[in-house]
């Protein structure tokens, strides 16, 4: 089955650290660009970081900058978030994503085609 | 930035009625917009890209229209599974690709 599988999520204090891993399955994962997407409590969605299919490529929304990083294991299936200095404004689902853009494409289309399920993330003291 | 409006935030529709969903770019985005469902507890589910084009096994009743800064997302026909919220997102201009804040469309 084509899916992906988040997990990780839980509570953390304020300036905690927290590692989300996102495992893909039914697809060459190696292929696509990868994101992470997230949903703060009553609000909409908010990108939040992608990476090219190799790893040599990582962008990340300004808010989370210098405190996120996104990486993956190709070989494992495996996508991860490093989520570092925590702010309870980081508080959501966070989901991962599959960017349309597979084999081929060396910048992402933007869009996405596969998601999980989500991993809920809280940041509280 | 470009900005993504969604209008209107709730829509109370009857199964078998029509539901228009509107959402708005700050600029243009040419045609660079997707649509998403998404029921609460569950994925999200690409709709449309390319503003008007169905993604793999979505149903013909979904269906997109639109470019530059105006978008709208038509059900023509709604059934008990359609009930969720709507999401557009613009991917003209990335990063960061931006949502609307969502359309609910609940049974009226």
């Known amino acids: 089955e084509v899916q992906l599988v988040e997990s990780g999520g839980g509570l953390v204090q304020p300036g905690g650290s927290l590692r989300l891993s996102c495992a893909a399955s039914g697809f060459t994962f190696s292929n696509y660009w990868m994101t992470w997407v997230r949903q703060a409590p009553g609000m909409g969605l908010e990108w939040v970081a992608n990476i090219k299919q190799d790893g040599s490529g990582k962008y990340y929304v300004d808010s989370v900058k210098g405190r996120f990083s996104i990486s993956r294991d190709n070989a494992k299936n495996s996508l991860f978030l490093q989520m570092n200095s925590l702010r309870p404004e980081d508080t959501a689902v966070y989901y991962c994503?599959?960017?349309?853009?597979?084999?081929?494409?060396?910048?992402?289309?933007?869009?996405?085609?596969?998601w999980g399920r989500g991993t809920p993330v809280t940041v509280s003291s | 930035e470009r900005v993504m409006t969604q209008s209107p935030a709730t829509l109370s529709v009857s199964p078998g009625e029509r539901a228009t969903l509107s959402c708005r770019a700050s600029?243009?985005?040419?045609?660079?917009l997707a649509w998403y469902q998404h029921k609460s507890g569950q994925a999200p589910r690409l709709l449309i890209y390319?503003?008007?084009t169905r993604a793999t096994g979505i149903p013909a009743r979904f269906s997109g229209s639109g470019s530059g800064t105006e978008f709208t997302l038509t059900i023509s026909s709604l059934q008990s599974e359609d009930f969720a919220v709507y999401y557009c997102q613009q991917y003209d201009n990335w990063p960061p690709g931006t949502f609307g804040q969502g359309t609910k469309v609940e049974i009226k």
């Open positions: 390319g503003a008007s």
């Open positions: 600029q243009s985005i040419s045609s660079n």
């Open positions: 994503a599959r960017d349309k853009a597979g084999s081929g494409w060396i910048t992402p289309l933007g869009y996405f085609d596969l």
